[in-house]
């Protein structure tokens, strides 16, 4: 069975530009949550989205923005970028059987975004 | 404020030798609580997780954990390191409040293995 992917796996662009990276979960999964891992850090909680609507939100800037299609696929949009916003995006899907809590996450290899 | 901790950033063991990574959460009710591996340039993959129950949990790789809820720890340890185990380790945690699977992660340990 496939794992959760993501595209592209690398990605360069300047400051001010936007970006769109893309997620598929693993196959009967509903929930995908993105993170943001920075270099030499834990990776940290942007959004979760199950059934197209927005589940949980962490504490990231307005120039965040994600939304999950009826496939359940997953796009996360980045506006004006910041030299900051360079960093590994990880995205995690889950079977999500009404606790969210408990749910285990399978991560997908993520896309490294350079801002430059 | 919530956290996790992971208090040692590099730890190098010998092939064969035991293994204890530390790992510290502050919280007011029980977590649900994770450790994770993230190998260079791979996504993280789920080592044993730990929800309610006996508080010595068995993963994968020959991994096993045990909450210490009096010490708010969550320690990961293995018998007997493989090269293959060299890797970054996070200790991670859903809040019991939360309402959705956001998961709380440790800065990470470094593991590296000496021949």
């Known amino acids: 069975d496939a794992g959760v992917t993501q595209s592209p796996t690398h990605l360069i662009k300047t400051r001010g530009q936007h970006v769109t990276l893309r997620c598929s979960p693993i196959?009967?999964?509903?929930?995908v949550s993105w993170y943001q891992q920075v270099l030499g850090q834990g990776p940290q909680f942007i959004f979760q989205?199950?059934?197209?609507?927005?589940?949980g939100r962490g504490n990231f800037p307005d120039r965040f923005s994600a939304r999950q299609f009826p496939n359940y696929s997953s796009e996360l949009n980045v506006n004006a970028l910041l030299l900051g916003d360079s960093a590994l995006y990880l995205c995690?899907?889950?079977?999500?059987?009404?606790?969210?809590?408990?749910?285990?996450?399978?991560f997908g290899p993520g896309t490294r975004l350079l801002v430059l | 404020a919530q956290s996790v901790t992971q208090p040692d950033i590099h730890i190098t063991v010998s092939e064969g030798a035991s293994l204890e990574l530390r790992c510290n959460y502050s919280?007011?009710?029980?977590?649900?609580l994770f450790w994770y591996v993230q190998s260079p340039g791979q996504g993280l993959q789920l080592l044993l997780k730990?929800?309610?129950?006996?508080?010595l949990v068995q993963g994968i790789k020959g991994f096993e954990a045990e909450f210490k809820r009096s010490q708010s720890s969550f320690n990961l340890r293995k018998p007997s390191v493989h090269w293959s185990d060299a890797a970054e380790y996070f200790c991670?945690?859903?809040?019991?409040?939360?309402?959705?699977?956001?998961?709380?992660f440790g800065s990470g340990t470094r593991l590296s293995i000496r021949p």
């Open positions: 919280y007011g009710a029980t977590p649900y």
């Open positions: 989205y199950y059934e197209k609507e927005e589940r």
């Open positions: 730990y929800f309610s129950g006996d508080t």
């Open positions: 196959s009967g999964h509903k929930s």
């Open positions: 991670a945690v859903v809040p019991g409040y939360s309402s959705a699977s956001k998961i709380i």
């Open positions: 995690a899907s889950s079977a999500t059987q009404g606790t969210f809590r408990s749910e285990t996450q399978y």
